[in-house]
C-alpha cells in the first residue's frame, strides 16, 4: 500500500464527481416532483400553527435573545481572528510605520467615501 493510485484528496473528489454525475442522472421525473406538493401527500409542509405546537409553545423572544448574543459572538470572533495576525506588524519599526501609514489612509479613504456619497463633498470644499 506503498503506491496509491488515488491520493486522498483526488478521492474527494472523484466521490464528489460521482454524487454529481447519480444526481444528474438519476433526477425526478415530473410526475414524482408534482406529487411532493399534492395536498394528500405527507411532505405538504406544516402550517404556522402545527410548526408552533411541534416547538410546544417556547418562548420565541428567548431564543430570538439568545440567536441574536450568538451572531454577536460570531462576528466578534471572527473580527478577533482576522485583526490578531495585523497586530505582528507592530512589533517592528519596519513594519510599524507603513502599517500605520496604510490604516490612517484606509479610514480616511473610507471617511471620504461616505461623505461622498451622502452628498457633503461639494467639488469646491473637498476635503483630502
Given at each position: 500500500a506503498t503506491h496509491l493510485l488515488v491520493k486522498p484528496?483526488?478521492?474527494?473528489t472523484l466521490a464528489l464527481a460521482v454524487a454529481f454525475a447519480y444526481m444528474?442522472?438519476?433526477?425526478?421525473?415530473?410526475?414524482?416532483?408534482a406529487a411532493i406538493t399534492d395536498e394528500n401527500s405527507a411532505f405538504v409542509a406544516p402550517?404556522?400553527?402545527?410548526?408552533?405546537s411541534i416547538a410546544e409553545g417556547e418562548d420565541f423572544w428567548a431564543?430570538?435573545?439568545?440567536?441574536?448574543?450568538?451572531?454577536?459572538?460570531?462576528?466578534?470572533?471572527?473580527?478577533?481572528?482576522?485583526?490578531k495576525?495585523?497586530?505582528?506588524?507592530?512589533?517592528?519599526?519596519?513594519t510599524a510605520i507603513p502599517f500605520a501609514i496604510f490604516i490612517f489612509l484606509f479610514f480616511k479613504f473610507i471617511r471620504w467615501t461616505v461623505q461622498s456619497m451622502l452628498g457633503l463633498n461639494d467639488v469646491e470644499t473637498i476635503d483630502y
Open positions: 484528496a483526488e478521492e474527494f444528474w442522472l438519476v433526477h425526478a421525473e415530473p410526475a414524482s416532483a402550517h404556522a400553527q402545527d410548526l408552533w431564543n430570538m435573545g439568545r440567536y441574536a448574543k450568538y451572531a454577536v459572538t460570531v462576528v466578534f470572533g471572527t473580527g478577533y481572528v482576522i485583526v495576525p495585523l497586530f505582528k506588524l507592530f512589533s517592528k519599526p519596519q
